[in-house]
């Protein structure tokens, strides 16, 4: 935390402090290809240097600029800039993420995982993910990194309490310091011991960017480093007792135990002695030179570029005992130590064409060198009946593809797609969506995705200390060994409808959907299924607002009617706000407080493996106890959905600061606790929390 104090004490010494809104696109997820042609920068340049010249001049006549002069820039070139209101969806973002979690439900720690509500959808990729996929919420890939310019130098502050001796902060600070050049810094440290034993959570995500336009306009620059650390401490969730002590049932049923076990940190957990740490560091460039520039007369532009992501990350699981009741037999008697690295190099070129008649186009070729891996190589088992698992998974790729996007007579169309070429793994996406716009408020838009990619290294090859715990389902000489690529088909649909409110819709088609779970040992298993997954997801969002009152409704819906025993979801997630707004005090300050209603179905949530940090999909065994009330101890009956969540919230805006204040799991503060996060794991109880977001221009 050494470094947020001085990171904290630099921003509070320049008084600097920022915020931005991301605009609402049409294609969420899918719009750099539309984004090269509408990417506003090029056109700024010259009021640019107009801007910091007036700036640099008498102080008395110094006035700030406009926010919409704040610029930041995403990944796909979109730009969005400042926004300091105050709304109800800052509300749903103001958490540990920064994003609305409307899919997520929370572990119990602040930077613990979260169990899934609707299964996470990755960026557009070739090979194999990096594993320990639960930590990987608040990792920052390289698409979630922005780049900025800004008139003045400017800075946010967030703030936010966590659970038990500790703080939660993001700073940021951006200067352009001409109008060429932007860099920028920020750190996000969060430090939350936790109301259970040996929960606690210390992470670290520092990000630092540049961004550079020539004075011609010709060759342009972005590039970021990463580094990131995500502590967490692993107690394997609450014992048997501890079930019990947290339901308060036999023989933990009086009020004197109910009273004890109020404080959690008091209740049973499996253990206390493991930790996992995920870290990662990333430099990534992106330059281009245009040859061909537009002019007055003329809108081709004719561009080449380059990319380059050195990336290296790696993920360990310690323990200071083997505790072989819960994972199994161990190699050693003391200290276990699972560690796995990864290294990869990336290279792409690629030319791009942009014409007012025909469009954008854009041809792409990559190279990457990767090697995931452990140590040493294993040899399992007795002479004459052995299993040798290699310890790298080394190689090169080259991949190919493109990009076309157009407006037609009131049509957007967009399309790409990407492919290996040559390497030892086999992948390829393909996307496409046309778009249409009846007016402002009437938008329609249709896409199809497709992908075939090998899944995550943690399913191809693990090693561990726990002997059960090793595994290759790669480049076998067996081939029936080896896992296929999961291919995944989605139709997609997107209608926005004015005062009815916005949908999202998709039907996907899953092969060789890919998930650990349970074996008959109770072990933690990678598997394949061999039947297709269907899936049909329904997203709605309304907003409605009568005189200073609202009301904000999301309802998801969604139906697996293939494949529910191994990629299950609540077939329901709804989240509800009645709230009041106005303005007090002659308008010094603006005021929202309201209630969040919160619910998801009852279903079979995917249990939470320490030892991979991967979720995996329950077992049937695990299912019949937690069905069958003679047969299994009373602790085992854990209700995992189908329970309200409702948070009181009162928040304002003062100038360009706003603070929230909230009581989260209101219910709860008058009712027995009953309800899981996921098998074994506790939501939160009732807590009250408080934090700001503070903004200041100079």
């Known amino acids: 935390m050494k470094k947020v104090i001085v990171l904290l004490g630099f921003l509070l010494l320049g008084n600097f402090v920022f915020s931005q809104k991301k605009e609402i696109k049409r294609f969420n997820g899918q719009e750099g290809l539309r984004n090269e042609i509408q990417n506003d920068q090029r056109a700024t340049n010259d009021s640019n240097s107009k801007e910091f010249q007036s700036l640099r001049g008498k102080k008395e006549e110094r006035e700030r600029p406009p926010v919409q002069e704040y610029r930041m820039i995403n990944f796909e070139k979109d730009t969005t800039f400042v926004d300091t209101s105050l709304s109800l969806q800052k509300d749903y973002n103001f958490n540990y993420l920064r ?131 995500l502590l967490n401490e692993e107690n394997g969730g609450l014992s048997e007792r501890g079930v019990q002590e947290y339901l308060g049932i036999e023989p933990f049923d009086d009020q004197s135990n109910r009273d004890q076990f109020s404080d959690r940190g008091a209740i049973s957990v499996r253990f206390e002695d493991a930790e996992s740490m995920l870290k990662g560091k990333r430099f990534y460039m992106d330059h281009y030179y245009s040859i061909i520039k537009p002019t007055d007369s003329s809108a081709t532009e004719l561009r080449v570029g380059h990319e380059l992501d050195i990336t290296d990350k790696s993920f360990q699981f310690t323990k200071n005992t083997p505790g072989t009741d819960f994972f199994g037999p161990s190699f050693v008697s003391g200290s276990v130590l699972d560690r796995v690295a990864l290294e990869d190099f990336t290279n792409y070129g690629y030319v791009n064409f942009n014409t007012k008649y025909l469009g954008f186009f854009e041809v792409k070729a990559g190279y990457t060198d990767y090697n995931y891996g452990y140590d040493t190589a294993l040899t399992l088992g007795e002479p004459g009946d052995q299993i040798n698992i290699v310890n790298r998974i080394k190689g090169d790729a080259v991949s190919l593809g493109g990009t076309y996007s157009n407006s037609i007579g009131g049509f957007d169309i967009q399309a790409q797609g990407m492919a290996l070429v040559a390497g030892d793994f086999d992948g390829s996406y393909a996307n496409a969506w046309l778009g249409y716009d009846l007016n402002d408020n009437y938008q329609v838009d249709l896409g199809i995705d497709y992908s075939s990619v090998a899944p995550n290294y943690n399913f191809l090859l693990y090693q561990s200390d726990y002997i059960d715990y090793n595994w290759q389902n790669y480049n076998n000489q067996d081939a029936s060994n080896n896992f296929l690529n999961t291919e995944t088909t989605s139709i997609k649909a997107k209608i926005k409808a004015g005062v009815f409110g916005e949908l999202e819709a998709s039907q996907s088609t899953i092969n060789n959907y890919t998930y650990f779970t349970k074996n008959q040992d109770s072990v933690t298993v990678p598997a394949q299924y061999n039947n297709n997954v269907s899936l049909l997801k329904l997203k709605w969002r309304h907003s409605y607002k009568w005189f200073k009152f609202g009301l904000e409704n999301t309802v998801m819906f969604q139906d697996v009617s293939q494949g529910d025993e191994v990629y299950r979801v609540p077939q329901l997630v709804t989240r509800n706000s009645l709230f009041y707004e106005d303005h007090w005090f002659r308008k010094a300050l603006f005021l929202q407080t309201g209630v969040t209603f919160r619910y998801y179905s009852e279903y079979y949530a995917d249990g939470y493996d320490p030892v991979l940090s991967e979720f995996y999909v329950l077992s049937q065994q695990e299912i019949n106890d937690l069905e069958d009330t003679d047969a299994t101890p009373r602790g085992y009956q854990q209700t995992l959905g189908g329970f309200p969540q409702v948070d009181l919230f009162f928040n304002a805006k003062i100038r360009q600061t706003r603070v929230f204040f909230k009581v989260e799991n209101f219910g709860e503060a008058f009712n027995q606790n009953t309800e899981f996060s996921a098998l074994r794991y506790a939501p939160r109880d009732a807590v009250i929390r408080f934090g700001i977001v503070w903004n200041f221009f100079l």
């Open 99 to 229: 994003r609305d979690d409307f899919e997520l439900q929370p572990i119990n720690n602040v930077g613990q995982t979260y169990n899934s509500l609707a299964k996470r959808e990755e960026y557009d990729h070739l090979l194999p993910l990096f594993g320990a996929r639960a930590r990987h919420f608040n990792f920052m890939e390289t698409e979630d990194i922005s780049y900025y310019y800004v008139p003045t130098p400017l800075s946010e502050l967030y703030f936010k309490t966590t659970f038990e001796q500790g703080q939660q902060l993001d700073a940021f600070f951006t200067v352009n310091t001409s109008p060429q050049l932007n860099v920028s810094i920020a750190y996000k440290g969060v430090r939350s011991l936790g109301k259970y034993q040996n929960a606690l959570t210390s992470t670290g995500n520092l990000r630092i960017t540049a961004n550079y336009n020539s004075k011609n306009d010709r060759y342009k620059l972005r590039t970021h480093f990463v580094a990131q650390d």
